[in-house]
């Protein structure tokens, strides 16, 4: 018999051109856990079984006036919202081998010689209904995956930006080394700066690595829940990004230490850090990061001097595949990363929001859950 716990019922349409064979087998087929439609001809069944979804087995008499039941089976085989419905024939005729197989390669599924024996009857049912919920939950889990591989596609994109970041600031910084180095010669504490800023940086990206191996292996539910030092994080990112020597990032007091999922809380302050030192335009960028205690939750800040958000975009900059109006035609953005960034807020209970003031700057806001 099929579980109980189904919650979806399956529906079984009944056809049959006479009114009292259709009540005997609702009668013999009924249980808390279906529901029956009934039809009296061939084309009320076709128009039946295209308005309803929900339909898992058809009970199809083959002798029917106008439109016999193998005609019914073609059609509703040949339809592609019906094709997967199972069908059983029903007849009182023809007990001949060329009519089974005729009635196999219309497509049904069995076949039932009346006058039906009640218990092969309902067991055959039985079997079918089962059946039927298996698909559903076949059904269920290819659009959980369909979901899934939607999200990993946009961690993809994330964790592709957050690495590079890192190596673009890496490969600035050498090359800056290198066109100095040919004019002039480096004092030996720049060239220890510009080493020492390479070199943590490939320290750091080495851990982002590490911790996204670490990630792959989990899913959702398992993924670390980890004690993160959020100032000590903040100050790490600041640093491996290489911010141009005009554009200053001051913590604002001490950040808390939350136990929470790193790598998460890592993309979006990169990003959003990212984003203030790329469209900084003024000749001494500052960018301020704080948080504040509300309880349940930290609120975080990212400030900038920058152009500003006008405020007709404030609420269409976190839509998918949307920029602001200071992206430059030069500028290469795709509009995912602040739709991403408010996805993985939200995932975790909190939002994200911007408050800012044309040629004064920007302040994204964003709640985290302790």
């Given at each position: 018999m099929?579980a109980?716990?189904?919650?979806?019922?399956?529906?079984?349409?009944?056809?049959?051109?006479?009114?009292e064979?259709?009540l005997v087998l609702?009668?013999?087929?009924?249980?808390?856990?279906?529901?029956?439609?009934?039809?009296?001809?061939?084309?009320?069944?076709l128009?039946?079984a295209?308005?309803?979804?929900?339909i898992?087995?058809?009970?199809l008499?083959?002798q029917?006036?106008?439109?016999?039941?193998?005609?019914?089976?073609?059609?509703?085989?040949?339809?592609?919202?019906?094709?997967?419905?199972?069908?059983?024939?029903?007849?009182?005729?023809n007990?001949?081998?060329?009519?089974i197989?005729?009635?196999?390669?219309?497509?049904?599924?069995?076949?039932?010689?009346?006058?039906?024996d009640?218990?092969?009857?309902?067991?055959?049912?039985?079997?079918?209904?089962?059946?039927?919920?298996?698909?559903?939950?076949?059904?269920?889990?290819?659009?959980q995956?369909?979901?899934?591989?939607?999200q990993?596609?946009?961690?993809?994109?994330i964790?592709a930006h957050?690495?590079?970041?890192p190596?673009?600031g890496?490969?600035?910084?050498?090359?800056?080394?290198e066109?100095?180095?040919?004019?002039?010669?480096?004092?030996?504490?720049?060239?220890?700066?510009?080493v020492?800023?390479?070199?943590?940086?490939?320290f750091?990206?080495?851990?982002?690595?590490?911790?996204?191996?670490e990630?792959?292996?989990?899913?959702?539910?398992?993924?670390t829940?980890?004690?993160?030092?959020?100032?000590?994080?903040?100050?790490?990112i600041?640093m491996?990004l290489f911010?141009?020597?005009?554009?200053?990032?001051?913590?604002?007091?001490?950040?808390?230490?939350?136990?929470?999922?790193?790598?998460?809380?890592?993309?979006?302050?990169?990003?959003?850090?990212?984003?203030a030192?790329?469209?900084?335009?003024?000749?001494?960028?500052?960018?301020e990061v704080?948080g504040?205690?509300?309880?349940?939750?930290?609120?975080?800040?990212?400030?900038?001097?920058?152009p500003?958000?006008?405020?007709?975009?404030?609420?269409?900059?976190?839509?998918l595949?949307?920029?602001?109006?200071n992206?430059?035609?030069t500028?290469s953005?795709?509009?995912?990363?602040?739709?991403?960034?408010?996805?993985?807020?939200?995932?975790?209970?909190?939002?994200?929001?911007?408050?800012?003031?044309?040629?004064?700057?920007?302040?994204?806001?964003?709640?985290?859950?302790?």
């Amino acid at each position: 018999m099929v579980a109980a716990n189904n919650s979806q019922k399956m529906t079984i349409m009944l056809v049959d051109d006479r009114e009292e064979n259709l009540l005997v087998l609702e009668e013999m087929l009924a249980n808390d856990q279906r529901t029956f439609i009934k039809a009296t001809s061939g084309n009320e069944a076709l128009r039946h079984a295209l308005k309803n979804d929900r339909i898992g087995l058809v009970m199809l008499d083959v002798q029917m006036p106008e439109m016999d039941g193998f005609e019914v089976a073609r059609i509703l085989k040949s339809n592609p919202k019906t094709k997967d419905i199972s069908i059983i024939f029903v007849t009182a005729i023809n007990k001949e081998e060329q009519y089974i197989l005729k009635g196999f390669g219309e497509g049904a599924v069995d076949y039932l010689q009346k006058p039906l024996d009640v218990n092969v009857t309902k067991a055959k049912v039985n079997v079918f209904e089962q059946l039927y919920h298996y698909q559903q939950e076949l059904k269920q889990t290819a659009l959980q995956l369909e979901k899934i591989n939607k999200q990993l596609e946009k961690f993809v994109y994330i964790v592709a930006h957050d690495l590079k970041s890192p190596l673009v600031g890496m490969i600035a910084a050498l090359s800056l080394l290198e066109m100095k180095n040919e004019v002039d010669v480096v004092p030996r504490d720049e060239i220890q700066e510009y080493v020492g800023h390479s070199k943590s940086a490939a320290f750091h990206l080495s851990e982002m690595i590490n911790s996204l191996l670490e990630f792959s292996r989990q899913n959702v539910a398992q993924q670390t829940v980890e004690e993160v030092d959020v100032h000590e994080l903040v100050d790490q990112i600041a640093m491996m990004l290489f911010p141009p020597r005009h554009i200053s990032i001051e913590i604002n007091g001490r950040l808390p230490v939350l136990k929470t999922k790193k790598i998460k809380l890592h993309q979006i302050f990169q990003n959003l850090l990212s984003n203030a030192i790329k469209y900084n335009d003024k000749a001494e960028g500052h960018i301020e990061v704080g948080g504040t205690d509300r309880g349940a939750s930290v609120e975080f800040y990212v400030k900038d001097n920058g152009p500003g958000i006008p405020e007709d975009e404030h609420e269409a900059i976190f839509k998918l595949f949307r920029t602001t109006a200071n992206v430059s035609q030069t500028e290469s953005s795709t509009g995912l990363g602040l739709f991403i960034l408010k996805m993985l807020v939200e995932e975790q209970g909190g939002k994200i929001w911007v408050e800012s003031e044309m040629g004064k700057g920007t302040t994204f806001y964003f709640e985290w859950m302790k």
